[in-house]
């Protein structure tokens, strides 16, 4: 069973840039056909897709993130990266790590000066 783990800064300040990694264990990132997302959830509000990163690289994106999110990984390190430019206050929220059904527990960013 694939287990994802997900973690980074905590707080971040307006404007700055946001870099999370998701660890992946018990499969490959470069198994076929998986897809692995970043899904956030602001507080009170429901989930929202980010974007992906299919088994082969390809990079996909919701459109009104595209602009200042970038999706990566590391096959040597079997680890899932987003970065996110330009944050503001409402980007405050739980980050997940998503793929073939399992999510990781999620990480807290809040934007804040």
């Known amino acids: 069973q694939v287990q994802l783990q997900e973690s980074g800064p905590g707080l971040v300040k307006p404007s700055q840039t946001l870099s999370l990694t998701c660890t992946v264990s018990g499969g490959s990132i470069t198994t ?20 992906a990163i299919a088994y082969d690289g ?16 590391d096959n040597a390190k079997n680890t899932v990266y987003l970065q996110m430019n ?7 929220a739980v980050y997940y790590c998503n793929a073939v059904g399992s999510w990781g527990q999620g990480t807290q960013v809040t934007v804040s000066s």
């Open 32 to 51: 076929s056909y998986y897809y692995w997302s970043w899904i956030r959830q602001p507080p009170g509000k429901g989930l929202e897709w980010m974007g």
């Open 58 to 73: 390809s990079t996909y994106y919701s459109p009104s993130l595209k602009s200042h999110t970038s999706i990566s990984r």
């Open 86 to 92: 330009s944050l503001k206050p409402e980007d405050t």
